[in-house]
């Protein structure tokens, strides 16, 4: 298989000692991903089902880590066909507790990209 995870970025908002469970997010979504996708070839009819699919897969997990956490989850699937794709998000909020994870994975056909906001209650 040729499957690729993007190395590990940090927001310069999220600071070191934060209370945020990053490093669970990612391993939530890192399992997620693979497990939906299964090494499938882009097949746009299948791509709601894997959005939704992942989604309520990765959103049930992070309730399941019972954290103090309004989460909100996004994924974009698309063809690799060698595209760019280039997204911003900016969010107001406290740096001290509250964070987003985003995750990057591709196979030869497919690129997922996931990101997980989290605000604490």
């Not at 590990?8 to 934060?18: A, C, L, Q, Y």
């Not at 997010?25 to 882009?42: D, F």
Request: aromatic share 8%; hydrophobic share 40%.
């Amino acid at each position: 298989s040729n499957e690729k995870r993007w190395p590990k970025t940090r927001s310069m908002f999220e600071p070191e000692e934060s209370p945020f469970p990053a490093e669970e997010i990612r391993n939530i979504v890192l399992e997620a991903i693979p497990s939906t996708i299964q090494g499938a070839n882009y097949q746009s009819a299948l791509v709601p089902q894997w959005t939704s699919t992942l989604v309520e897969t990765i959103l049930k997990k992070l309730v399941a880590l019972a954290q103090p956490y309004k989460f909100i989850v996004s994924c974009t699937i698309m063809q690799r066909v060698g595209s760019g794709l280039h997204t911003a998000a900016l969010c107001l909020w406290d740096a001290t507790t509250d964070g987003m994870v985003t995750e990057q994975w591709n196979n030869d056909t497919v690129q997922v990209i996931v990101t997980t906001y989290g605000l604490q209650i």
